[in-house]
């Protein structure tokens, strides 16, 4: 079985380390992460929200619909911990 | 040669998380205790939130943090200043793991007061009977 | 889950004073700067993520300094049902409550209507309402998650 695992797990690793040769170079201005939607981001941040931090205001005003659900997501961990685990009598 | 060595020195970051990966993974269906599972999720996670952020970075670049003043006065170049989006989804991602792990070691409580056992091929043992 | 304490390298530690007086020295400043980092989250590197996680390990740090039930005093389990509720609740609302004054959901320029600050600067003004939101929530859930999986259930005995 561990045999199975270690053969499985350097063949995975090897195609992944093939399939990086179309990624960008690292730290590469014209990378494709960097050019759609991000410059607008950036440029806006201080211009329309008036917020100089621009990971604050990416994450509560241009995505706040993601950050609504995410902080959703950790209370209904919270809750789903306290069903499985609470006794009564506590 | 020369190829090669310009291949890993542009993309040497990504091999590093690559290996990290394959270590969790590893972890994950090699192993037959289910904390050691769980352990090898938190590093696969941690291996991708990394690759993530490395892959947001530019040469020569500053960090998202804008100086006020000076934005209003002059504008911002956006090549200078590194990219803001693989931060947020980032932060998206740490909070799902941390809950993951939440709610994976609850059930393994359960299951160590039911079985008595943690180990992946005793609890199959004892299901089978 | 049942403990045997027949070693004595089982048993716990015990009351001991440097640790006491150590804890209680640092908790209120731990607690100072987790607020100061949820609301320093427009300047510096922060928000309502990391600010709400230190925030709750300093409940995390008195449960294990202490004693399960010393922490329980201090941060009832009421209180932390509350507290996690009414952080969801503060975020949802602020969305809901832009789109009964007249835009979009969680367009917080809509609430210049209430207070004339402008448009730009309600814009900063929502995210700072909405970060508190999340930090009471994150502070919250991460002391109860601790309590839950410390003590099996029962907040009898913790670690």
Not at chain 1, 59 to 76: A, H, K, P, Q
Not at chain 2, 32 to 38: A, E, I, Q, R, T
Not at chain 2, 79 to 93: E, K, Y
């Amino acid at each position: 079985m561990k045999r199975i695992a270690l053969i499985s797990t350097l063949l995975a690793g090897a195609l992944l380390i093939w399939g990086t040769r179309d990624f960008p170079s690292w730290g590469d201005p014209n990378a494709p992460a960097s050019r759609h939607v991000s410059p607008t981001y950036i440029e806006g941040t201080v211009k329309d929200t008036s917020i100089p931090n621009a990971v604050t205001s990416v994450l509560g005003d241009y995505r706040g619909y993601d950050t609504m659900f995410e902080t959703i997501v950790i209370f209904c961990a919270g809750i789903v911990v306290i069903s499985v685990l609470r006794r009564p009598g506590a | 040669m020369d190829a090669i060595l310009d291949e890993i020195i542009a993309k040497y970051n990504y091999w590093i998380y690559v290996v990290l990966m394959m270590i969790g993974f590893y972890a994950m269906i090699g192993k037959n205790n289910l904390v050691k599972k769980l352990l090898g999720m938190n590093i696969f996670q941690t291996a991708i939130i990394l690759m993530f952020i490395s892959s947001g970075v530019k040469k020569g670049g500053l960090i998202p943090i804008i100086d006020k003043q000076a934005a209003l006065e002059q504008g911002v170049n956006s090549a200078l200043i590194n990219n803001p989006v693989p931060h947020v989804l980032m932060l998206t991602a740490i909070v799902v793991s941390v809950s993951v792990t939440g709610v994976a070691l609850a059930l393994m409580q359960r299951i160590h007061r039911r079985y008595g056992t943690l180990e992946e091929n005793e609890i199959l043992e004892k299901t089978q009977r | 889950m049942k403990k045997d304490y027949s070693l004595p390298q089982d048993r716990p530690i015990g009351p001991s004073l440097i640790i006491e007086v150590a804890v209680r020295t640092m908790i209120p400043f731990i607690q100072l700067f987790g607020l100061y980092v949820i609301a320093h989250g427009h300047l510096s590197p922060g928000g309502g993520f990391q600010g709400g996680v230190v925030l709750g390990a300093s409940f995390i740090l008195m449960a294990i300094a202490f004693d399960l039930k010393t922490s329980l005093r201090f941060f009832s389990l009421r209180a932390n049902a509350m507290m996690a509720s009414s952080g969801v609740f503060i975020y949802t609302g602020t969305g809901v409550l832009c789109a009964l004054l007249g835009g979009l959901f969680l367009d917080y320029s809509a609430m210049d209507v209430l207070l004339a600050l402008g448009p730009v600067e309600w814009r900063s003004m929502g995210v700072f309402i909405v970060e508190l939101g999340v930090g009471l929530a994150v502070t919250a859930i991460m002391a109860s998650l601790f309590w839950d999986l410390a003590s099996g259930g029962d907040m009898e005995k913790g670690l």
